[in-house]
C-alpha cells in the first residue's frame, strides 16, 4: 500500500491517475488544502499522475522519480529500502575542506552518476575532500546545466535517478569523500514546470532574469515554504549528502520576519543534532553582504560559507588582462590584496559596472566562511564560447592562480579538469523542445552580441555538438603538459594539507603589491608571484616548498622568481 498525498488549496476535486491503466482513484481533502488517498495496489515501481479539477493528468509536485522525464509519469520510490554503507561517516568539517565542482553530464563520456563513480579515485589521489554536484533535480531533456530543473525531489532520470544517486553518494563517503549538492530555489525551469496547478508556489511581486519567484512571503507561502525546506531535508536525510550549495540567494525574495534561508539554517541544524552528522549549507549571493553568512543570533541567516566572486574577478582580471564587463572594476594585484584580507574587494565603495556603492566588510568573519576559485561553471559556461583559464592564459600563470587558491584563507574550489588544464571549454547547453529550444538559442545570440561577439561565432546551445564538445576528455590526463599542471595541483593540496597554519581561515595575512610582483604571507608561509615578461630577483630568507618552473630558486639569500612564475616557501 502506498499513501498519495499532495497540496491543492484552490482544487475541488483531485484525482489519482495510474500508468498505464488511466485507473482514476479520487482523493480526500483537508481542512488545509491537502488530498491524501491510500492505495492498496501502490508501491515501490508504481507510476502515476495527478489530474486536478478533472484536467490532464501531470506529475506530482514532489515526485521522487521521473523515470520518462519532466512530462511522465512519477514514480513511487521506498528510501527506506536502499542498503547504505557509509553508517560510520559522520560528516565533513567545512573549515578544512577542499572541493571539487562537478556537471554529471560531462564528467565522463557516459555522463552518468554510475560512470562518474569509476573516476572518484582521481580525486582522492588529487587530495581532494569534496564533491560538489551541479543541480540533478530532473529537467527538461536529457543533458543541460540543471539550472532550470523543475521537479526538485527527482534526481535526474538520465544521470541513473535515485538508485543512482544514492550509491554514488554512497561510494563518495567509502573514499572518504564528502557530497555537496547545488539545489535552486530562487525559480524553477519552464518547461516541465506543473506547480501553478496546484497552488501559488509563484509570485509576480519580484522578478528574476529567469521568470517568476517562488512565493516566500505572500498568501498560501506557508506551503510554498515547507515544500522547499522539506526539499532540503530530504537530500540530507535520504541521500545522506553533506551540505547544499543554494543558488543565487539573492534572487530570494522574502519579506517574513523570519526569512526562507534562516528558517532552512534552524532546521538544518536540528537534522544534523537529530542525524549524529555535521551538515552545511553553502550560499551563491551577489550582494557582498556578511548577513548571509553571519550567525543568526547576530541578525545573519546563518549560511556556513558562501561563494566568494570578487575574489575570482580580481584574480581572473590580473592574470588574463581582461577589462570586459564587470572585470573592468578590477585590474591589477591590489583588488586580489583586498580580497584576500577583506574577502570582498567592494565593501561600500563605489563599483563602476554597477553604478552605485555596494558591499560591506565582513568584519571579523573567518576565511573558511567563503569559497575562493578561479574557475567555476558561471565564470566559464556564461562566456559566449565557455573557454577555461587554460585557453585564456599561460600555463605559467594558471598556476599562479592555482597557488594562490589552494592556499589562501578560503575554502578552495576547482572545477572539473582544472586540475590537469583540461582543453575542453564548458559551454552553455540544453535539450529543450523545437519551441523553447529556439527562444533559448536566439536569447543566447542577443545577449552576447551586446559584448561585441559575433553571433554567429557563439555555439547554439541546442545543437548536440554544444554539449559533446563540452565533455571532458580523461585522454589529456597522461599527456606530459596535462601531467605537469596536474603534478603541481598534486602538490598544492598535499602542501594545504600538512601545513596546519594554511588550515586556519582565521590566520593573520598579509599581500603586498609591487608592479608585476606580488607576496602573500599566512604564518609562515610566503607566496611569491611574477606576472612580468621578466625574471625578478628579492631578498628572502627561508626554505622554497614549491616552485612553478626550473628557474625559481634561492642563491644564497636572493629569491629568483621566472616570468610568470611562482614559489611558495616557509620563512626562518
Known amino acids: 500500500?502506498?499513501?498519495?498525498?499532495?497540496?491543492?488549496?484552490?482544487?475541488?476535486?483531485?484525482?489519482?491517475?495510474?500508468?498505464?491503466s488511466n485507473e482514476r482513484i479520487p482523493m480526500s481533502k483537508d481542512e488545509e488544502g491537502w488530498f491524501v488517498v491510500d492505495v492498496t495496489s501502490?508501491?515501490?515501481?508504481?507510476?502515476?499522475?495527478?489530474?486536478?479539477?478533472?484536467?490532464?493528468?501531470?506529475?506530482?509536485?514532489?515526485?521522487?522519480?521521473?523515470?520518462?522525464?519532466?512530462?511522465?509519469?512519477?514514480?513511487v520510490v521506498d528510501h527506506e529500502s536502499f542498503e547504505w554503507h557509509d553508517r560510520t561517516w559522520r560528516g565533513l568539517p567545512l573549515p578544512s575542506a577542499t572541493i571539487y565542482e562537478m556537471h554529471v553530464g560531462t564528467f565522463t563520456p557516459l555522463g552518468t552518476f554510475a560512470s562518474a563513480i569509476e573516476?572518484?579515485?582521481?580525486?582522492?589521489?588529487?587530495?581532494?575532500?569534496?564533491?560538489?554536484?551541479?543541480?540533478?533535480?530532473?529537467?527538461?531533456?536529457?543533458?543541460?546545466?540543471?539550472y532550470d530543473g523543475v521537479d526538485l525531489y527527482a534526481p535526474h532520470h538520465a544521470y541513473g535517478g535515485p538508485e543512482g544517486?544514492?550509491?554514488?553518494?554512497?561510494?563518495?563517503?567509502?573514499?572518504?569523500?564528502?557530497?555537496?549538492?547545488?539545489?535552486?530555489?530562487?525559480?524553477?525551469?519552464?518547461?516541465?514546470?506543473?506547480?501553478?496547478?496546484?497552488?501559488?508556489?509563484?509570485?509576480?511581486?519580484?522578478?528574476?532574469?529567469?521568470?517568476?519567484?517562488?512565493?516566500?512571503?505572500?498568501?498560501g507561502s506557508d506551503e510554498v515554504r515547507r515544500y522547499v525546506l522539506d526539499n532540503a531535508l530530504m537530500w540530507f536525510r535520504d541521500y545522506h549528502v553533506d551540505g547544499l550549495r543554494l543558488d543565487a540567494v539573492h534572487s530570494i525574495f522574502d519579506f517574513s520576519a523570519v526569512h526562507v534561508l534562516e528558517a532552512l539554517d534552524i532546521e538544518v541544524e536540528q537534522l544534523s543534532a537529530a542525524l549524529g552528522r555535521t551538515l552545511f549549507l553553502i550560499a551563491e549571493s551577489?550582494?557582498?553582504?556578511?548577513?548571509?553568512?553571519?550567525?543568526?543570533?547576530?541578525?545573519?541567516?546563518?549560511?556556513?560559507?558562501?561563494?566568494?566572486?570578487?575574489?575570482?574577478?580580481?584574480?581572473?582580471?590580473?592574470?588574463?588582462?581582461?577589462?570586459?564587463?564587470?572585470?573592468?572594476?578590477?585590474?591589477?594585484?591590489?583588488?586580489?590584496?583586498?580580497?584576500?584580507?577583506?574577502?570582498?574587494?567592494?565593501?561600500?565603495?563605489?563599483?563602476?559596472?554597477r553604478g552605485r556603492s555596494h558591499g560591506r566588510p565582513p568584519l571579523d568573519l573567518p576565511g573558511w566562511r567563503f569559497l575562493g576559485y578561479l574557475q567555476n561553471h558561471d565564470q566559464i559556461g556564461n562566456r559566449a564560447r565557455g573557454e577555461r583559464s587554460a585557453a585564456l592564459m599561460s600555463n605559467g600563470r594558471a598556476k599562479i592562480g592555482a597557488a594562490l587558491v589552494l592556499l589562501s584563507p578560503f575554502v578552495p574550489m576547482l572545477f572539473q579538469g582544472e586540475e590537469w588544464a583540461a582543453s575542453t571549454p564548458f559551454q552553455y547547453f540544453t535539450d529543450h523542445d523545437?519551441?523553447?529550444?529556439?527562444?533559448?538559442?536566439?536569447?543566447?545570440?542577443?545577449?552576447?552580441?551586446?559584448?561585441?561577439?559575433?553571433?554567429?561565432q557563439i555555439p547554439d546551445p541546442q545543437a548536440e555538438s554544444t554539449f559533446t564538445d563540452s565533455k571532458l576528455n580523461w585522454d589529456e590526463v597522461h599527456h606530459p603538459a596535462h601531467q605537469e599542471m596536474l603534478g603541481w595541483h598534486k602538490?598544492?593540496?598535499?602542501?594545504?594539507?600538512?601545513?596546519h597554519s594554511l588550515l586556519d581561515g582565521g590566520a593573520d595575512l598579509e599581500a603586498y603589491a609591487d608592479g608585476d610582483v606580488f607576496l602573500v604571507r599566512r604564518g609562515e608561509i610566503t607566496i611569491v608571484s611574477n606576472i612580468g615578461s621578466e625574471a625578478v630577483e628579492t631578498e628572502f630568507f627561508g626554505k622554497m616548498l614549491l616552485s612553478s618552473g626550473p628557474a625559481t630558486a634561492i642563491s644564497g639569500?636572493?629569491?629568483?622568481?621566472?616570468a610568470d612564475g611562482v614559489a611558495v616557501l616557509r620563512e626562518g
Open 165 to 219: 544517486f544514492k550509491l554514488f553518494v554512497d561510494a563518495c563517503h567509502g573514499r572518504g569523500l564528502g557530497v555537496v549538492l547545488d539545489v535552486v530555489y530562487n525559480h524553477l525551469g519552464p518547461s516541465g514546470n506543473y506547480l501553478n496547478s496546484f497552488g501559488p508556489y509563484f509570485t509576480d511581486k519580484y522578478g528574476t532574469p529567469w521568470g517568476s519567484t517562488m512565493n516566500y512571503d505572500g498568501p
Open 434 to 456: 523545437e519551441e523553447l529550444g529556439k527562444l533559448v538559442s536566439e536569447g543566447r545570440k542577443n545577449e552576447f552580441g551586446h559584448f561585441g561577439w559575433d553571433p554567429n
Open 1 to 20: 500500500m502506498h499513501t498519495f498525498s499532495v497540496w491543492a488549496p484552490d482544487a475541488e476535486t483531485l484525482d489519482v491517475v495510474l500508468h498505464p
Open 286 to 353: 551577489d550582494l557582498n553582504d556578511p548577513r548571509v553568512v553571519e550567525n543568526r543570533e547576530r541578525g545573519g541567516y546563518g549560511m556556513d560559507a558562501q561563494w566568494s566572486d570578487d575574489f575570482h574577478h580580481a584574480l581572473h582580471a590580473v592574470l588574463t588582462g581582461e577589462t570586459d564587463g564587470y572585470y573592468g572594476d578590477f585590474g591589477g594585484w591590489e583588488p586580489v590584496a583586498h580580497a584576500l584580507e577583506n574577502t570582498f574587494v567592494y565593501t561600500g565603495q563605489y563599483q563602476p559596472s
Open 42 to 75: 501502490a508501491s515501490a515501481g508504481t507510476r502515476y499522475f495527478y489530474s486536478v479539477d478533472g484536467a490532464d493528468p501531470v506529475p506530482d509536485p514532489r515526485s521522487f522519480s521521473q523515470p520518462e522525464g519532466v512530462h511522465g509519469p512519477s514514480e
Open 119 to 146: 573516476k572518484l579515485d582521481h580525486l582522492v589521489e588529487l587530495g581532494i575532500s569534496c564533491v560538489e554536484v551541479l543541480p540533478i533535480a530532473d529537467f527538461s531533456g536529457e543533458h543541460g546545466w540543471g
Open 557 to 562: 639569500n636572493t629569491l629568483v622568481v621566472e
Open 491 to 499: 602538490a598544492l593540496l598535499e602542501l594545504r594539507r600538512t601545513e
